[in-house]
């Protein structure tokens, strides 16, 4: 994991919002792990978040898929207070989080389910990707057990 890999993960922090509230989803995830590269960062905050965001002169109102998603005005992070295809609420999601230097990443298992979900042709290809990942870092936690137990 490098957080250097994730574009915009800086400008994020600079924003000012509680990281604790903030759920990083789609590929910066990917970003992280070194699998893809991001272009943006996909936002799912909390309700409040969202609405302290609706007053913030930093980030715009954009209507996409029949929902209002706060940009900043570069473009570079898109925030919503709700995503498709999930079941529950962020805070839920945010209980599984990876939690790297204060951002919250959302799980790999939450992320696979959520493009399976999505079935877009790009989701089909990242999932691949992914579970790809999960089976090796199984195998390397494996590792890690029996060379503490020797």
């Known amino acids: 994991m490098n957080l250097k890999n994730v ?8 924003l000012g919002y509680p990281l604790n509230k903030i759920l990083i989803v789609g590929s910066g995830i990917m970003a992280l792990f070194g699998l893809k590269k991001n ?7 909390t309700d409040d978040v969202y609405k302290k965001m609706s007053k913030d002169k930093n980030l715009v109102p954009v209507k996409k898929h029949g929902r209002i998603f706060y940009e900043t005005k570069d473009g570079n992070i898109e925030a919503m207070n709700t995503l498709p295809c999930t079941k529950g609420r962020v805070e839920e999601y945010l209980k599984r989080a990876i939690i790297f230097y204060g951002y919250h ?16 042709p ?4 990242h ?16 590792l890690n057990i029996i060379q503490t137990l020797k």
């Open 7 to 14: 574009k915009h993960i800086y400008q994020l922090r600079n």
């Open 39 to 45: 272009d943006d960062l996909d936002l799912w905050v």
């Open 105 to 120: 990443f959302k799980s790999v298992d939450d992320l696979i389910a959520w493009k399976k979900c999505m079935g877009r």
């Open 122 to 125: 790009k989701d089909k290809a």
């Open 127 to 142: 999932i691949k990707i992914l579970e790809k990942y999960k089976k090796s870092k199984v195998v390397e936690h494996y």
